[in-house]
């Protein structure tokens, strides 16, 4: 697929804006037959690198990729697959699998009784958030495969043998480093893709493309607590109000205001529920007269009141 060019400044709010969370490693080392399944996960990802050996991947709509060594694997819906030497291999459930652990994060998975691990590969499960662009998180594949070997993704392979390394290290620290360079490699991927084409995702492609429209999405995530009026966003976007409301509405599928409105509360679950800040505290980022008033807002746009998400991550 031809590489697009993005909108530098929109593309750089959607990375900075991306977190991964609760991030869960193992050092997978197989011998010649294995089989692994890895179960549906809604709301987080799983990512794997295969460093040695040959697998396959059976994914839940029965499509199988072959992996080789260098191959990466990123399913950002936490789909439900299996990994295995062949079809015939027994396959265990990975979540029931004895571990030996190596620090908070990481364990070291082993099959087979003697030493020789014919397959290695790193497997991570987090969750996968894109902050105010996590509407982009459905237009997304259920699998993104990578050749970390290749031009397009050159500075993966060193990062990802980084990562390897300190996995197998068990030092000081280690969940802290593994979670700095697993961001890097996440937003090297999500680059990739969006670089692709976002799988002819057309309405974030041609927002990407349209530098009249992004300056306008860019306002918006910039200031997300500003009382936005269309015709504001048009003048960013140098249109008049009526040519950009209906672009906008045509390119994004929603009309500017309910995607402002949507955008502010995105935001706020991620400050209520993972910044742990206090209700009153966002209500006035993000520009509203009242507690009440946010309360309000959110609970119409989200469907739960802010104090349920501010409790969903200590439950």
């Not at 040695?52 to 839940?60: K, N, Q, R």
């Not at 040519?243 to 929603?254: D, L, N, P, S, Y």
């Not at 509203?288 to 959110?298: C, D, G, I, K, L």
């Amino acid at each position: 697929m031809d590489q697009i060019v993005p909108s530098s400044d929109l593309m750089n709010e959607l990375l900075l804006g991306m977190r991964l969370r609760g991030m869960q490693y193992r050092r997978i080392h197989a011998s010649d037959s294995f089989g692994f399944a890895f179960k549906a996960k809604p709301g987080c990802a799983y990512f794997h690198f295969l460093a040695a050996g040959t697998a396959h991947l059976l994914s839940e709509d029965g499509a199988i990729q072959t992996l080789s060594a260098g191959n990466a694997v990123f399913l950002p819906h936490g789909s439900g697959h299996k990994i295995f030497s062949d079809p015939k291999a027994v396959v265990l459930d990975i979540d029931h699998c004895d571990v030996m652990p190596l620090s908070e994060t990481v364990s070291a998975v082993k099959t087979g009784l003697n030493n020789t691990s014919h397959t290695i590969f790193f497997s991570g499960c987090m969750e996968f958030d894109l902050g105010g662009l996590q509407g982009l998180v459905p237009l997304m594949p259920e699998l993104m495969m990578i050749d970390a070997t290749s031009q397009r993704y050159v500075e993966l392979m060193p990062i990802l043998t980084a990562m390897e390394k300190e996995a197998c290290a068990g030092r000081v620290g280690d969940a802290g480093i593994l979670a700095r360079l697993a961001d890097v490699v996440m937003a090297v991927i999500v680059r990739g893709w969006v670089e692709c084409g976002c799988g002819n995702s057309s309405a974030f492609v041609t927002a990407l493309r349209e530098p009249r429209l992004s300056r306008a999405i860019l306002a918006l995530h910039r200031q997300p607590g500003h009382d936005w009026t269309v015709a504001e966003l048009a003048a960013e976007s140098g249109l008049s109000r009526s040519v950009f409301a209906k672009r906008f509405q045509e390119t994004i599928g929603v009309a500017p205001l309910r995607y402002a409105g949507e955008l502010r509360m995105r935001i706020a679950r991620t400050w209520l529920a993972y910044d742990r800040m206090s209700i009153e505290r966002v209500a006035e980022r993000l520009g509203y007269a009242s507690q009440a008033a946010f309360s309000r807002a959110y609970k119409r746009i989200t469907g739960t009141s802010p104090g349920h998400s501010r409790r969903e991550q200590t439950t």
